[in-house]
């Protein structure tokens, strides 16, 4: 009925499980987006965590259909 994946808690930014995820948003590669209140993290299909991005106020984000683009609701930013 449905997939389950087990994301990595440990990383080159701390333990995944500590920081808070507020959005989650998979890719085709098998890997995972996540945004923490600051950050925009991407963990790799191996279980490699880095952070793409810093932000004031992440809150969401969302892949684009054929995944070539990744949008980031940034609440502490007005610009895109």
Sequence with gaps: VGQVTTLALEGE???LASLQLRAVESDRAGG???TTTDSLLHV???GRIRTIA???DCRGIVLSPDG???FLADFGNPNV
């Design 44 to 46: 790799s299909a191996a």
């Design 13 to 15: 930014d701390g333990p």
């Design 54 to 56: 810093t932000c004031e």
């Design 32 to 34: 995972w987006y996540g």
């Design 68 to 70: 070539s683009a990744l």
